[in-house]
């Protein structure tokens, strides 16, 4: 993709000024602010009135930048290796000299970091001598953002500046590994535990627990659209739409599909903007057909979950 370079700049300048700035990945759509500002990350919490036990991800150019902040083991560097840049958070030891924002890490000693794919980011963090803090641009408990239109709907001018890179081409949030002794992942997400466990060679739980927060998206309601939502509906209810993971032969206008013959990237990539879709077309609930709990269905799967303890 051509990148703006007249864009870049203007999001640059307001980052150094410690404003929050929208940015583009290849998951969704971030709110960045200066990972090393108390008062810059304070505005990325009131701005999606985000609880402040909830850490948010770092994002890095590259780990040689992340050096001074986080120590390594050969675990996280066989991973950054296969799959970064790209949809996978790890979780690390804090050095004691990091400049990292204590708000960030709820006052822990670990931080979450990941590396994004995006070339408009990219660029981005080349031409800053910080850090980005970067939790998705939604408010919180809501569907994450995969476009600019996302973030102008949820935050309006409330945001100084929207960096555009058209829509997010994973459209769910990076998968979150705590690296640090045996390996965990803690949020299900863009890279499937299966390839994780085979660039390892390592058998990887899954461990998410809602009452022990230790990194993002852990909390037991997140990635609501706004309306209640049924899983694994068969039948279909007066003002529902019916949410299925592929293309009916019959359709009716309540009918939304994630994918035309149900391929689950495909599925991953629409999940966000469908559900934003249906609360604007003003449905008062949602029936979701059963997802293939494989793969990424099983990311697709858990977001659904905890969007319908709405």
Same mark, same amino acid.
């Given at each position: 993709m051509k990148i703006n370079l007249a864009n870049i700049k203007k999001a640059q300048k307001l980052l150094i000024k410690r404003e929050c700035v929208a940015i583009p990945t290849e998951t969704v759509y971030g709110l960045a602010a200066n990972a090393y500002s108390d008062i810059a990350c304070k505005k990325i919490y009131k701005l999606k009135k985000r609880p402040r036990n909830n850490p948010l991800i770092v994002h890095y150019l590259n780990n040689q930048i992340l050096k001074k902040d986080c120590n390594f083991?050969?675990?996280?560097l066989k991973l950054y290796k296969k799959f970064?840049?790209?949809?996978?958070t790890f979780i690390l030891n804090l050095k004691k000299k990091s400049k990292i924002s204590k708000i960030i890490? =709820?006052?822990?000693?670990? &931080?979450?970091?990941r590396f994004?794919?995006?070339?408009?980011?990219?660029?981005l963090l080349? =031409?800053?001598?910080?850090? &980005?803090a970067a939790p998705s641009a939604n408010l919180s408990s809501k569907v994450s953002a995969v476009s600019s239109a996302d973030v102008r709907d949820d935050f309006g001018k409330r945001v100084k500046y929207i960096l555009e890179g058209g829509k997010s081409s994973i459209g769910l949030e990076s998968t979150i590994i705590d690296i640090r002794n045996k390996p965990k992942v803690l949020r299900l997400g863009?890279?499937?535990?299966?390839?994780?466990e085979k660039t390892l060679n390592k058998k990887i739980i899954f461990k998410n627990n809602p009452s022990k927060i230790s990194a993002p998206g852990q909390f037991k309601i997140h990635y609501s659209p706004g309306i209640p939502i049924r899983l694994n509906a068969k039948k279909i209810k007066k003002d529902e739409a019916y949410l299925s993971i592929k293309k009916l032969k019959k359709n009716k206008s309540n009918f939304y599909f994630l994918s035309k013959n149900g391929s689950l990237k495909e599925a991953a990539k629409n999940l966000y903007s469908t559900l934003r879709k249906i609360k604007k077309n003003k449905h008062k609930s949602i029936a979701v057909n059963k997802v293939p709990n494989i793969g990424l269905g099983k990311t697709i799967n858990d977001r659904l979950k905890r969007a319908s303890k709405f």
């Open positions: 083991n050969n675990d996280f970064c840049p790209g949809p996978i890490t =709820n006052k822990k000693n670990t &931080l979450a970091v994004p794919r995006h070339p408009v980011t990219r660029k080349k =031409n800053i001598s910080f850090p &980005l863009g890279l499937e535990i299966s390839v994780i």
